[in-house]
């Protein structure tokens, strides 16, 4: 046979431009099929379509405490001064933390707030009241061997609110619900998220099996008896952990002698069970190096020969349209070339993105500038979960559910931040030090939305992470009006919002005038001031801080850019079969009818202002009404499990959880973006998808109540020319 010699000298560049292009030209550079695992086996593993939620967590309303359940409305009137007394068991009835809440009562009391009372039957005007705690569990009844001859009540000094203590349906998780976008590895918090959300099974990538063959005839197996001139092979064993470390599936054959017709059908043998094959040593242009020949004889060797070193010897060759590495067998250069081609291409087939050399390994920890207030009581150290992205030049901290039960804290976060015990807590821009739960990198490339909540935007977090795995979608649902003072105060790229302006009858762009357009100064955080009045007869929207310079004396004027996202449906969600004859906003006035609301600073609460003010009705009359939730699908999973009787929100998610819905209005929903970040690789990547990508659009008018006749365009430039 006749003796190789390099074929090429090819500088790394060209080498990977001549290897990129061959993987797609073939078509196998794209993320492969997906199969289904057991939720309890799919620790990193990563996710082959968008994870939603199958039941709501908890899936039955359970006492949050320790303590008596009661009707909050049987505890109306307790005070200081007249303390109230309710009958056990008619009235209160004893219950521990996580039991079930009985049928018909809605509110605990903890048991440090009670005072049990012992009244002798009426024979006896004998009274005994004690102090309730655990040593003093409730008597039991008469009828099963109690004291005999005493009643037993509760007493109260402060009457219960609704729900007051209760960890309600779907608290964490509800039914529906995103937990996991496509493309996404999986994590120990992830696969509790899962099963609390009712999931068994989960829809991953198959993991790529990549053959590696160890050649040569002075190799032995480890443990063997050595002689010399044998060489233990471990190759292997360190290819085979990089496999699995980039979550790959190895499959290592047995050692190949210095034989051609032996190799030839050891690749054969591994092109038949493997998406990849690596041969290890061969490669040079020795007498016994066999792989060029192989490869050439039966494929194609696109390459043979890079001017590095180590790893000068590597062959990238090509049979039955795979991937055939000619790995060199000096372990560093096996190490350094597997890295720098095998590697991009296993994190294509999973469809993650190639994080960059070890080099840029981020600090655990990281400054970052918290977005609003957290307080904390003294005493205790606490760890407050956070959502972090770089808005500019800064790390921006915004906390997450802050409740115990709440396991998808766990899963959103980005950091830990540690409150010490003897602290109150931050103010809204202090500079904390965060802990990182999540890399740097894949930190700075979150896009942070602050805004009104829209199912959309989930379905618009799965694509970008499907259509650019290194990006991220970071949603905060905290209302129109405060997505617009978090663009104001700099702390997010994006603000979901559908604010209409009672005036003039225009959707967004009133607001936008008014807060960066005009003599206004930056917007204030909600810590210390109130929220911007509505747009009506009675309030105009401005803001007064006497702390900040308006335009007119330095101030800072900042073009926004709206790009619409849907028209959509608000109505008012209702049960199926409507069991209590809601018609409209008129009936909310009813005793028997309870509303559950929208927090302050949201578009949907200065919808439902506006329709009440119309009907004349006083909100103060409306049973709940103080009762706020931050997302369409927590109003309408509060409807579906009986908290509340009715809501208002969006078409799609009454949709989502079976509700039946009112029609009241149609509304404009877009996306305000700051000029400074429109142009982005990021910003541009998501608005690519909202104007281009069909398959999105397919999905979104598949949820219901969407119309989608302007999506992606703008329909506002920043000026006083609208669109």
Known sequence: MKRDIYLENTPLNEASERWDKKLLESGIAKPLEGEGIKVIDSLSRITAE????????????????DGYVVRFADTFG??????????????????????????????????????LVRKQDSFSNGVNTIKADKTNPPLPPFDKGGMGGFSEYIEIITPATPWQNVR??????????????ENHKIRPVDIGAMLAGGLTTVNVRRKPCVAIIPTGSEIVEPGEKLKKGDIIEYNSRILSGLVTEWGGEPVRFNS??????????????????ADMVAIIAGSSAGTKDFTPHVIKELGEMILHGINIRPGKPLILGWVNNKPVLGIPGYPVSAYITFELFAKPLIHI???????????????????????????????????????????????????????????????????ILRIPAMSEG???????????????????????????????????????????????????????????????????????????????????????????????????????????????????????????????????????????????????????????????????????VTFINRQTGSGTRLLTDKHLREFGIDSQKIKGYEREEYTHMTVASAVLTGIADTGLGILAASKALGLDFIPVAKERYDLAIPQKFYESEMIEGLLKIITEDKEFRDIVVSLGGYDISDMGKIVYDGTNRRI
């Not at 808005?391 to 409740?403: L, M, T």
Request: aromatic fraction near 6%; charged fraction near 25%; hydrophobic fraction near 40%.
């Open 50 to 65: 968008v994870v939603f939620a199958r039941l709501s967590s908890p899936f039955y309303h359970s006492s949050a405490m």
């Open 78 to 115: 307790a005070s200081d001064r007249n303390p109230k007394q309710l009958n056990v068991p008619e009235q209160a009835v004893y219950i521990n933390t996580g039991d079930p809440m009985p049928d018909g009562f809605n509110a605990v009391i903890m048991i440090e707030d009670v005072n």
């Open 168 to 181: 309600i349906i779907g608290e964490d998780i509800v039914a529906t619900e995103l937990i996991l976008p």
């Open 256 to 273: 190949v002698s210095d034989n051609i017709e032996e190799l030839k059908k050891a690749l054969l043998d591994a092109l038949e069970a």
């Open 349 to 415: 087939w999973q469809g993650i993105e190639l994080k960059e050399k070890e080099k840029a390994k981020a600090k655990a920890k990281a400054k970052a500038r918290l977005s609003r207030q957290i307080a904390s009581s003294l005493g205790m150290e606490e760890f407050v979960r956070v959502k972090v992205g770089k808005v500019g030049e800064n790390f921006i901290a915004s906390p997450v559910s802050r409740g115990a039960g709440i396991l998808m804290s766990l899963v959103r976060a980005d950091g």
């Open 426 to 592: 931050f103010g809204a821009g202090t500079e904390v030090e965060v802990e990182l739960i999540r890399h740097s990198n894949e930190i700075k490339n979150t896009i942070i939305c602050i805004g009104s909540h829209d199912i959309t935007l989930d379905i618009l977090a799965n694509f970008l992470k499907k259509k650019y795995p290194k990006y991220s979608l970071s949603s905060a649902h905290v209302g129109s009006m405060g997505g617009l003072f978090a663009l104001k105060r700099g702390e997010a790229h994006i603000a979901g919002m559908h604010l209409l302006d009672e005036e003039t009858g225009e959707y967004n762009v009133p607001f936008i005038n008014r807060l960066f357009n005009k003599n206004n100064p930056p917007a204030p955080t909600f810590d210390k001031n109130p929220p911007i009045p509505p747009l009506s007869k009675e309030g105009k929207g401005g803001l007064i801080n006497p702390s900040v310079s308006p335009l007119s004396k330095g101030g800072i004027k900042e073009k926004i850019i709206l790009v619409n996202l849907v028209y959509r449906q608000q109505g008012l969600y209702i049960l199926k079969g409507n069991p209590k004859n809601i018609k409209g906003f008129e009936d909310l006035t009813r005793h028997e």
